[in-house]
């Protein structure tokens, strides 16, 4: 998962595009990964487990769990990856484009 | 008078094979039933036995590929019970179990039956909730069918909270085909393109979440009658009232690992991937 992560990021550098986390490790492990695995997207820190008042607002019990939310912050895809979550997220971003192009 | 040509005992034996096919040829529909799903019964407790003995990779694979039981020939068993008694309560029983186990085919003549003739039977509840992944027409039909029909309470709710459902698995599955739609545009057949984007086009993802919403409350109000259906039916409001596809996310507001404040509705006008992960 993370070097698909981190590919999809550098793919879409430049576009109207943001992954953001949820992270339910501890802070020093989730400095680390961080650092490793050169994630530069905002995460929220969720108190160090699964159990975090993020996870559990959203009813969260799998993980990893992705929401894809478009430019209004409106849910449109659940679950997806790889390149299926790259196709939803160039949707998105033309529907964001087409929107520009209106007067 | 006119003595056996047999011994006493062979006798008693072939007395006892011609009455034991009498009582085959009157068994009950209620005892055949059971025959036959006693016989799927062993023979997936046999299937099972066979995965677990064979050596995992290749050779379980293949125990599991060829060594299934063959749910199409159950099904067509249990559909001709059904016909050979259309108006005993076993036949009931016999096309729940083709429409629940058995292949699309069979499990789709079965349906047929049932939201034909057995829509006051108690025992068609137990349809309601396999069949609302099935993403057609004639699933919202029949259920609404049903609703009408049935004078079980109990059926009533089990119906509901399928029609909930259904909307909920509508959504999902036109999002699906949004991507498929846009991942194999080239490979698509034009009739099936053509099928996607009716669905895309007749349906909207916030009617069948409201919609949802709607069945799932009216289940939730029968906690008195139905606890553990409301229990379920409560549940669900929640989760199609904020996490369905075409709900405005909810505000997350939090901080990051150095403690800098930040809110999820910070990147509106852009496309957010939200992912909940873990390092494990």
Not at chain 1, 3 to 32: I, W, Y
Not at chain 2, 135 to 162: C, M, N, W, Y
Not at chain 2, 171 to 185: C, F, P, S, Y
Request: hydrophobic content about 40%; charged content about 30%; proline content about 5%.
């Amino acid at each position: 998962m993370y070097p698909s992560q981190r590919s999809l990021a550098r793919r879409m550098q430049g576009k109207p595009v943001t992954f953001v986390g949820v992270n339910s490790d501890g802070k020093d492990r989730l400095r680390s990964t961080l650092k490793r695995e050169q994630f530069d997207w905002p995460n929220f820190w969720d108190g160090g487990d699964t159990s975090g008042p993020i996870a559990q607002a959203w009813d969260v019990t799998g993980w990893p769990t992705i929401y894809v939310l478009d430019h209004k912050g409106v849910i449109r895809f659940k679950e997806i990856r790889g390149d299926t979550l790259e196709l939803a997220v160039s949707l998105l971003v033309k529907e964001i484009e087409a929107e520009k192009k209106q007067p | 008078m006119k003595t056996s040509h047999h011994p006493p005992v062979i006798t008693l034996i072939l007395n006892c094979i011609v009455a034991a096919q009498i009582v085959a040829a009157e068994r009950t529909p209620a005892q055949q039933y059971e025959a036959i799903a006693g016989e799927y019964d062993l023979a997936q407790a046999a299937f099972t036995a066979a995965v677990r003995a064979a050596k995992i990779g290749p050779d379980r694979d293949k125990v599991r590929a060829t060594k299934r039981p063959d749910v199409a020939a159950f099904a067509s068993r249990f559909l001709k019970l059904a016909d050979a008694h259309p108006k005993d309560p076993a036949a009931v029983d016999a096309l729940v179990w083709a429409a629940n186990n058995g292949d699309d085919d069979h499990a789709h003549k079965a349906l047929d039956r049932l939201f034909a003739d057995h829509t006051r039977s108690q025992k068609i509840a137990a349809v309601c909730e396999p069949i609302a992944s099935r993403i057609t027409d004639s699933t919202e039909q029949r259920l609404r069918k049903l609703l009408g029909e049935t004078p079980h309470r109990d059926v009533k709710a089990q119906a509901a909270f399928a029609l909930g459902l259904y909307c909920k698995n509508k959504a999902e599955v036109r999002a699906d085909l949004i991507l498929n739609l846009a991942g194999a545009e080239k490979d698509l057949r034009p009739v099936d393109r053509k099928h996607y984007e009716d669905v895309i086009k007749s349906s909207d993802p916030v009617k069948l979440a409201d919609e949802a919403v709607k069945w799932f409350q009216q289940v939730a109000a029968q906690h008195a009658t139905e606890p553990a259906l409301a229990k379920r039916a409560q549940a669900q409001v929640h989760e199609v009232s904020h996490f369905c596809i075409g709900r405005e996310a909810m505000e997350i507001e939090g901080a990051d690992v150095d403690g800098k404040k930040m809110k999820l509705s910070d990147f509106r006008g852009r496309v957010v991937v939200l992912d909940f992960w873990g390092d494990w």
